[in-house]
Each structure stands twice: as structure tokens, then as C-alpha cells.
């Protein structure tokens, strides 16, 4: 596990972090693909968990729920709009193209089954000490883990972090093919601050990285704004 800030630890399941759940306080957030189960618990180690949350049901997000859920009898929390993938574990039916060869893998090789849903996560919701901001889009049920705080933002797949053709590092919009769509919300005021974090996490990666400008930064916070 890799400390990213205070009780929030980052548990990457694939190489080259392409596909990572989180740690934070005693809720584990997504469970990666349906074979990450046994690395998941390998690097919690001791940590005891209370719940399980995911950010929204894909198969990258959910591929260990069920297993991790049972094993350790602990609560599975998800997005409204999401319930119904998440319990069935048929979660590439609402992609845009539900047959392309790319969801047809992932719904075969990397989805898990489902698994009852304990908790719907709603706009305002509490997770440990970070609050649930619903961001429709990527799945209709997606939802980010927001502390104020200090600016931890877990953004589940508003943002991707790697190029899929090249594996290197950088922070853009998900790719359409497994992005539902856009609606509008409400919450203006909580999309505010979801976008501010998102900005202050890419400038921080860009002064770290060197890969990214301002510009990335600015294309990111539209693109949140705009959901």
C-alpha cells in the first residue's frame, strides 16, 4: 500500500497503477478486477475493514467485490443509479456499445458477480470523513470521495491517470467507449468543489510530473463542470 494522505492509502492491483482501489480509514473503496481479491488482501495486511464502497460499477471497479464483501462480512455501499450492475454483476450493459469487443472482455475476464447492495450512496453522504459527491457520467451511479480538509479527492474514473496505448502517466477524460454519458446536476456548488479538487490535484501532478500544463488543468475543470 502507498500512503497518499493522512488515512488514505492507495492499493494499485494492475501494473503501472492502471487500475487502483483505496484504503480510507476502515472502508475500502472499488476492488479492481475479478482476480485482485487475493491482492487486496495481501496489502491490507492488519488493517480491519467495515465497509466496502465503489466509485461506480465497472468491471475494474467491482471485479472483487463480491469476494472480498463475503470473505470479510462487511457492507457493500453504492451509487443509486449503479445498484442494479452492481448486484448483478452485469456491468457493461449500459456502456454506450455493450458489444464491443473491449466491453465483451471486460464483462467476461474482468467483471466479478454481483453482490447485494447494503447502502445507496447519495449526494451529501458521509464515508469515513469524506463526503459523497454524485458525478453521472462515466456510469450513471458514479460517485467521488471528497475531504475538504486537506483536498483528497477520490475520483474514480472522472479522470483516467495513464494512457492506454503508451502506459505513461497523465490525467485526461475516460475513454468514450466505456462512458455512458452526461447529465446535468443540480449541486452546482459540491461540482464546484469537486472540480477544484480535481485542478488542484493535476497541478500538483503536473509540478511533479512535468507531463502536464495548465492547460490540462483548465480541459479537466470544464470537463467536470460540465456533468
Known amino acids: 500500500m502507498i500512503q497518499i494522505a493522512k488515512d488514505v492509502f492507495q ?17 475500502l473503496i472499488d476492488a479492481g478486477i475479478k482476480v485482485s481479491g487475493r ?14 464502497a465503489l466509485t461506480h460499477a465497472h468491471p475494474d471497479h467491482q471485479g472483487a467485490s463480491a469476494e472480498l ?9 453504492v451509487g443509486a443509479k449503479d445498484k ?13 456499445n455493450p458489444k464491443h469487443p473491449v466491453a465483451i472482455f471486460e464483462q467476461n475476464f474482468m467483471a466479478g458477480p454481483g453482490h447485494p447492495v447494503d447502502r445507496i450512496l447519495q449526494e451529501g453522504d458521509r464515508v469515513e470523513d469524506f463526503v459523497v459527491i454524485e458525478t453521472p457520467g462515466h456510469s450513471a451511479g458514479h460517485v467521488c470521495f471528497w475531504r475538504e480538509r486537506d483536498g483528497v479527492l477520490i475520483a474514480g474514473d472522472v479522470l483516467r491517470n495513464i494512457n492506454f496505448f503508451t502506459t505513461m502517466p497523465e490525467l485526461n477524460a475516460p475513454p468514450a467507449v466505456f462512458t455512458t454519458g452526461l447529465e446535468t446536476k443540480p449541486q452546482i456548488h459540491q461540482e464546484d468543489r469537486c472540480s477544484q479538487a480535481a485542478g488542484d ?27
Open 201 to 227: 490535484l493535476l497541478r500538483a501532478w503536473s509540478r511533479n510530473s512535468g507531463h502536464k500544463s495548465n492547460h490540462q488543468v483548465c480541459k479537466t475543470n470544464r470537463l467536470i463542470k460540465n456533468r
Open 84 to 96: 442494479s450492475a452492481a448486484e448483478s454483476g452485469l456491468v457493461v450493459g449500459a456502456m454506450p
Open 69 to 77: 464483501c463475503k470473505k470479510l462480512g462487511i457492507p457493500f455501499w
Open 11 to 27: 492499493i494499485p492491483v494492475m501494473p503501472r497503477q492502471l487500475v487502483n482501489t483505496y484504503l480510507i480509514g476502515s472502508t
Open 39 to 52: 491482492t487486496i488482501l495481501r496489502q491490507l495486511g492488519n488493517h480491519k475493514l467495515t465497509a466496502h
